[in-house]
């Protein structure tokens, strides 16, 4: 339009023209590159509206006024149409960039290979915080034990038959009276030696029996037992701690009986049982729908538990006449099988990932 | 014990029409273990009925059997019309030939169910309509005996005639229910029905009739001679009955009540003997008179005496068992097992029937001693009443001369006495302070009445005198766990001990949680194995003689011969839990396991010191001295693909890496660092093992396993393991720790790229460039190392980044670069060059 060779046409209609052109040119754009190039072209020191800028100064004084602002406002015109088309452009750009980067969600991922923890040291561990949560603490003991603390402290006699080698693993030699712990009650032998009264622990851990294994017997199995001995304990607070411990493990609505049964450990003794939470009751008597789990018996057994027998106290150096005890104890694994439904102890004792890996890591 | 429900019916009045199951809810709460209710012959129904033969002809078939087509009276009810009999009859074709005209049989009609669900139906057989079946013992489920059909007698037991259509079920006892239970060792008097009706009795509160009069002479000579001369005999009843008929059978009442009791019938006085056992309590042994040679003695065992026992085995006899014997020596093992030369036998017509009462523990210890459970021995073990022998003896003696045509001596033996019961003190409110519910006085006296006691009620204490039958009432709360069961213990409240406040877990247990979280965390599998290891486990490990864990401890009677062992370290447990998952198609494997190793300590002897006191504390540090020491340990083992490749990339594999990371999760979830160190260990790689260190102290090794040691327990290559002594660790980790001040400066980094010969390790390289470093210095961390060219042979060049920053003021470049320069320095003490390019 005008050029350095030619007197510069600086009428309204002239710069409205070029105001026009550079607009029209602006909103074409479609990409920042574009946007990049159309500024440099109509904004930029060689556009048309710089070009003509130039000639200002060879105006009279009064028409310079007026011609400076009417070009002002066109370059701000200019300005204002490029500003305009760059929200546009990037957010437009924006958009495809987005769509281009979409994944597949659900593609699988790993941080880590899955781990977990056994269920039976899952399981103990929930059992031993129902108790620590009650301010009761978890007592621990080694499983190579003295014959001493592992019977006779727990007033079992010289012949009773569970201390014979067809029960129970011994180490050699025979004489040295050093065996594997059948129960964990040798612990609550040891802390009722060791510690101070009142005594309100969990012995959870390891045993040994010389069983043969299959779907309901391992000879290496986990146990959790309780005991405390304060003044003026009774068979009462036995059956509260085990309607509390049997709740937490099986909801509020599992029903719990005790029975007369005989531990030497305590007297009086009882076999605790659950209701069976497979036919609840419902096949007993009833040979049309008989139910596996319970045997059609209604209940099914879950521990042994009792008040302290007070030999056992006077063994341990407490004076029965002060004081009292109860204690209770049940199997991991059997627990395990009712919570969980693991249907073969075997599973929990052969080391195959999927059982450990089957809850997720957690007892729910 | 399994107890016929009709049987105990005879004891105890129980209301009528209570079934087994019924009865066995009352027993189960009161404590006994019934396992099982046998509901016997309740899969017999429909039309089964006493027949008369009327007349049969023999009809040989092609295939050489004979049968016998049966015309049969089955009474007026049952009969058809026929031809030949007014009276009408069915025709049955039978395969037996035990029966003559005129005899009473057992017929199944059609519609009748007997065991296996077999339907009786008139079928075609043989060319005839079969209208019924003539029953053998097996088909009706009260026998095994398939020899011939069942003939029965004139008159039933009670003396009244059968007849052709008469119900012959309780004549052949064809219905009862049994109670199968698991008497435990306590209340052995619940093995027997006398013992079982009377704890009905009790719980029903009806009234229950002993069988047993407890009234026992006094001392009296005049029967066979005994002579007791051990104080495990205390009684001994001898009875003496002649002439008894070897021909008679043993009535059908009782060979069934035997063989529904789990025992077998075998002869008429043998049976009365066992009959008499079951009801009472009291075992009893026939002895064949004319075999016994000069007076019984009882008394323990000589050096190298022997016994040829009933079950025709040689016994050779301790100087514990206690024997019965005669002139020729021993004739039985007390209270376990008669012998066989005076067993009673086909010609035996002169018996003397031993009662005798013998100490449960002496009797306990024979019998383990000699592997020899037997219904007496199962009594004598847990205690028989001995005011009981010699009612039950004349009871025996009384069934012998009823049913087998002998005659009672007049001349009998009383040797000892009934063992005086010890009367003892009972605070009346013992029992309801043991029980938490409130018993009156008057209730604890009725109840302890009701269960056979001689109570004398003072104003606070009672003095009371337990019946003979119960051994297990002596200590206080004995008696307090005696009103419990009689009481219910249903009635017991249910209330929630307060525990003082606790202190939660210890540091101990709360570091191992930790670090098995953190573990899993990372990505191991928890397994428990058993903890034992095989002979030459150690050896295959190539553990060397001198090391901890070659200090074993071996089992006497281990689970298997193969694993005699206790674990000294948790490799091979886990060697096999891998070996195990492989072999099931589980090939990518990171576990672990923690858990005790046994390390054999002094191998002295545990002391079995006295109960009635606490021991001392010289008695307790004896036996703990005893036990091996038991260090928790984690161990783990890793084989295949820690990550596998993928779409999004290629896999990692599992090995040294990982196991060195596992040792750092494991020590950083105490809040310890662990430095590694290289070392030589079985079973790992020479080259590829690292001792682990916490504040200089060693709790372990991890690497890649010896490729010896792969192959020889067929581990994938390229395994590696790790096991830790957590007992060390959580010793060694920080007690408690101070959070360090946050800078907010801006931060310097520096790069240093340094060559250093292979003998030196990047952790010495980083150690040293940290020390130089100084104060500045914020973290260092290793990025790169390298070998090739521009790296002379036998060195690495390994590049570091550091990172330096104040608390309190920008760094200035000068200050960066002089603590740079300070840590080459430091470095160059190793032999690290400053690497140029």
Redesign the interface.
Same mark, same amino acid.
């Given at each position: 339009m005008t050029g350095p060779d030619s007197p510069a046409d600086l009428s309204q209609e002239s710069v409205d023209a070029m105001v026009a052109s550079a607009v029209a040119a602006i909103s074409a754009v479609q990409s920042s590159a574009e946007l990049k190039a159309a500024r440099s072209a109509h904004a930029g020191d060689k556009s048309p509206l710089a070009l003509v800028y130039r000639a200002i100064g060879s105006l009279p004084g009064p028409d310079r006024k007026v011609v400076g602002q009417r070009l002002g406002a066109a370059r701000a015109q200019v300005a204002q149409a490029l500003s305009d088309r760059e929200s546009v452009v990037v957010a437009a750009e924006l958009e495809a960039q987005l769509a281009a980067e979409r994944i597949d969600v659900t593609?699988?991922?790993?941080l880590?290979?899955?781990?977990?923890?056994?269920p039976?040291?899952a399981l103990m561990?929930l059992m031993a915080d129902v108790f620590?949560a009650?301010?009761?603490?978890?007592a621990?003991g080694?499983?190579?034990?003295?014959?001493?603390?592992n019977f006779?402290?727990l007033?079992t006699?010289?012949?009773h038959?569970a201390r014979?080698?067809t029960d129970t693993?011994?180490?050699?030699? +025979? +004489?040295?009276?050093?065996l594997?712990r059948t129960q964990t009650s040798p612990v609550q032998a040891r802390t009722m030696?060791e510690r101070e009264l009142?005594i309100?622990i969990v012995c959870p851990g390891?045993v040994y029996r010389?069983d043969e294994i299959d779907a309901t017997h391992v000879?290496?199995f986990h146990q959790i037992e309780g005991l405390?001995v304060?003044k003026?304990?009774?068979? =009462?607070?036995l059956?509260?701690?085990l309607?509390?411990l049997a709740q937490s493990m099986f909801g509020d609505d599992i029903e719990t009986?005790?029975?007369?049964?005989?531990f030497p450990f305590t007297?009086?003794?009882?076999?605790v049982d659950l209701k069976c939470f497979v036919c609840h009751g419902e096949s007993?008597?009833n040979p049309d729908a008989p139910c596996r789990t319970c045997?059609s018996q209604g209940w099914i057994e879950w521990g042994g538990s009792g008040?302290v027998?007070?030999?056992v106290l006077? =063994?341990?150096?407490i004076d029965p006449t002060e004081y009292?005890g109860f204690a209770f104890g049940m199997g991991i694994e059997r627990t395990l099988m009712f919570r969980n439904h693991a249907a073969d102890m075997r599973d929990?004792?052969?080391?195959?990932?999927?059982f450990?890996?089957s809850l997720k890591?957690i007892v729910r | 014990m399994r107890a016929p429900l009709t049987w105990l019916a005879e004891h105890v009045e129980l209301p009528e029409g209570m079934s087994g199951?019924e009865l066995s809810e009352v027993l189960?709460?009161?404590?006994l273990?019934v396992e099982?209710v046998d509901e016997v012959g309740s899969d017999v129904s429909g039309p089964i009925v006493v027949g008369r033969i009327l007349a049969f002809t023999e009809e040989p078939q092609k295939n050489g059997k004979t049968i016998r087509w049966v015309q049969v009276d089955v009474g007026a009810e049952h009969n058809q019309p026929h031809d030949d009999y007014p009276q009408g009859c069915r025709s049955v074709v039978c395969g037996a030939d035990n029966f003559a005209v005129d005899d009473l049989v057992v017929v199944s009609l059609p519609g009748a169910k007997l065991p296996g669900g077999f339907e009786i139906a008139a079928r075609k057989t043989y060319g005839h309509i079969s209208d019924g079946m003539i029953c053998a013992e097996d088909e009706l489920g009260i026998g095994s005996d398939h020899s011939g059909i069942i003939v029965l007698p004139r008159f039933a037991d009670d003396g009244s005639e059968l007849q052709p259509g008469d119900d012959p079920a309780d004549y052949l006892v064809l219905r009862d229910d049994v109670l199968d239970i698991d008497v435990?060792? /306590?209340?052995g008097y619940c093995l027997s029905i006398r013992g079982l009706a009377r704890e009905a009795g009790q719980n029903l509160g009806v009234a229950f009739t002993d069988v047993v009069n407890l009234e026992t002479p006094q001392p009296i000579a005049a029967g066979h001679p005994v002579i007791l001369e051990d104080p495990a005999c205390p009684l001994f009843v001898a009875l003496t009955v002649t002439g008894i008929d070897k021909d008679r059978p043993t009535p059908r009442w009782m060979a069934r009540r035997l063989v529904m009791a789990g025992m077998r019938s075998i002869s008429l006085a043998v049976d009365i003997t066992n009959y008499v056992m079951l009801e009472t309590g009291q075992p009893l042994h026939a002895y064949d008179a004319s075999l016994l040679t000069g007076p019984i003695r009882v008394r323990k065992a000589k050096p190298g005496e022997t016994l040829v026992t009933l079950d025709d085995q040689t016994r050779t006899l301790d100087a514990d068992d206690l024997l019965i014997t005669d002139d020729t020596g021993p004739i039985g093992l007390a209270g376990v097992m008669g012998g066989e030369s005076t067993e009673i036998g086909e010609h035996t017509v002169d018996v003397v029937i031993e009662a005798a009462n013998f100490n449960s523990?002496t009797i306990?210890?024979t019998l383990?001693r000699h592997n020899l459970p037997s219904e007496a021995s199962k009594r004598f073990h847990r205690g028989v009443d001995p005011a009981a022998a010699y009612s039950a003896a004349h009871l025996a003696a009384r069934l012998l001369v009823e049913l087998a045509g002998g005659t009672v001596s007049s001349k009998e033996t009383v040797a000892g006495a009934v063992p005086e019961v010890p009367t003892v003190s009972l605070r009346a409110d013992l029992p309801s302070?043991?029980?938490?519910?409130h018993v009156d006085a008057e209730r604890v006296v009725e109840i302890l009445r009701a269960s056979g006691c001689r109570v004398v009620a003072g104003s606070e204490e009672l003095a009371i005198t337990a019946p003979t039958w119960r051994p297990d009432l002596r /200590?206080?709360?004995?008696f =307090?766990?005696e009103i419990?069961?009689k009481l219910g213990?249903?009635k017991?409240?249910?209330?929630?001990?307060v525990?003082?406040?606790?202190?939660? +877990?210890?540091r101990s247990?709360r570091a191992r949680?930790a670090i098995?979280?953190a573990?899993? /965390? =990372?990505?191991?599998?928890?397994?428990?194995?058993?903890?034992f290891m095989a002979g030459d486990d150690l050896d295959r490990l190539a553990v060397p003689a001198e090391d901890a864990r070659r200090r074993t401890?071996?089992?006497?009677?281990?689970?298997a011969e193969t694993a005699p062992l206790?674990r000294t370290t948790m490799l091979p447990g886990?060697f096999?839990?891998i070996a195990?998952?492989t072999s099931?198609g589980?090939d990518?494997?990171?576990?672990f396991e923690?858990?005790?190793v046994?390390l054999a300590g002094a191998?002295?002897?545990?002391?079995?010191?006295p109960?009635?006191?606490?021991?001392s504390a010289e008695e307790?540090q004896a036996?703990?001295a005893?036990?091996?020491d038991?260090p928790r340990h984690l161990g783990a083992v890793l084989t295949g693909q820690?990550?596998?490749a993928?779409?999004?990339g290629p896999g990692v594999r599992a090995g040294w890496q990982q196991a060195f990371a596992l040792a750092e999760v494991a020590a950083a979830a105490v809040g310890a660092d662990v430095v590694r160190r290289a070392a030589s260990r079985a079973p790992w790689h020479p080259g590829r093992c690292a001792e682990l260190l916490v504040g200089g102290i060693s709790i372990g090794f991890a690497g890649e396993l010896h490729p010896a040691v792969i192959a020889d327990y067929g581990l994938p290559n390229g395994a590696a393991a790790v096991e830790i002594d957590l007992e060390a660790l959580t010793a060694a980790a920080p007690v408690s720790g101070s959070i360090r001040a946050v800078s907010g400066h801006p931060v310097a980094k520096e790069d240093v790229a340094l060559i250093v010969p292979d003998s030196v390790s990047a952790a010495e390289v980083q150690a040293a460039l940290a020390d130089g470093a100084g104060e500045l210095l914020e973290s260092i961390s290793l990025f790169d190392v390298f070998t090739g060219e521009q790296v002379p042979s036998g060195h690495r060049s390994l590049a570091f980044a550091l990172r330096f920053r104040a608390l309190d003021r920008t760094l200035t470049d000068a200050e960066t670069a002089q603590a740079r320069e300070t840590a080459v320095a430091a470095a160059a003490n190793l032999g690290a060059v400053l690497r140029s390019f």
């Open positions: 593609l699988p991922v790993d880590a290979p899955q781990g977990a923890p056994h039976i040291t561990d620590v009650m301010g009761w603490e978890v621990e080694p499983e190579v034990e003295a014959e001493w603390l006779d402290a007033n006699d010289p012949d038959p014979s080698t693993l011994f180490v050699e030699p +025979l +004489l040295n009276h050093v594997l030696l009142p309100y390891k010389a000879p290496v405390v304060d003026g304990i009774s068979l =009462a607070h059956k509260g701690t309607d509390h009986r005790i029975r007369p049964h005989y007297e009086p003794s009882a076999e007993v008597g045997k008040v027998n007070p030999r006077i =063994a341990c150096g009292s929990m004792v052969e080391g195959d990932v999927r450990s890996r890591g | 199951r189960i709460r009161a404590g273990e099982t435990s060792p /306590d209340i523990r306990s210890r383990r302070e043991v029980l938490g519910v /200590d206080p709360y004995e =307090a766990e419990g069961r213990l249903d017991i409240p249910s209330l929630l001990p525990a003082p406040p606790g202190r939660g +877990l210890t247990q949680r098995a979280r573990v899993v /965390d =990372a990505g191991f599998v928890e397994v428990l194995t058993f903890p401890v071996r089992l006497a009677n281990p689970l206790m886990l096999g839990a195990r998952n099931r589980n990518d494997l990171a576990l923690m858990g005790s046994f191998g002295t002897a545990a002391p079995l010191v109960v009635d006191r606490r021991p307790m036996i703990n005893a036990l091996p038991q820690w990550l596998r993928g779409w999004n």
